[in-house]
């Protein structure tokens, strides 16, 4: 069993910058690990993966540019700094871990097999 703690969300203003931290207890460092978000009244939907070993990326088109996954498997964390944030990056953000050791994208919520509670990441225009 995986569980998963987010942190590091909060309000910022248009520009600013954001943290997200997630750390997973339980074995995750062979797995991939992803970032998704849900906005008000929208459907979660995915932000960025990670593979095992970092080496392998992928992004939503919404952010790529401006936010960066990476993973510290010796602490069993994964971030999410996001830049040059915009209001319509406000949603609950919510990490997952996909039981899959490829380095193929995984884009897909139903992919992934455990979900942290979420942290709150607000941006005012």
């Known amino acids: 069993q995986v569980q998963l703690v987010e942190s590091g969300g909060g309000l910022v203003q248009a520009g600013g910058s954001l943290r997200l931290s997630c750390v997973a207890s339980?074995?995750?460092?062979?797995?991939?690990m992803g970032w998704f978000r849900q906005a008000p009244g929208k459907e979660r939907e995915f932000v960025a993966s990670?593979?095992?070993?970092?080496?392998?990326?992928y992004y939503a088109n919404s952010v790529k540019g401006r936010f960066t996954i990476s993973r510290d498997n010796a602490k069993n964390t994964v971030y999410l700094q996001m830049n040059s944030l915009k209001p319509e990056d406000t949603a609950v953000y919510f990490c997952?871990?996909?039981?899959?050791?490829?380095?193929?994208?995984?884009?897909?919520?139903?992919?992934?097999?455990?979900w942290g509670q979420g942290t709150q990441v607000t941006v005012s225009s």
């Open positions: 990670i593979n095992w070993s970092g080496g392998s990326t």
């Open positions: 339980g074995r995750t460092f062979n797995y991939v």
């Open positions: 997952a871990v996909d039981r899959y050791s490829g380095s193929d994208a995984r884009t897909y919520l139903d992919l992934y097999d455990y």
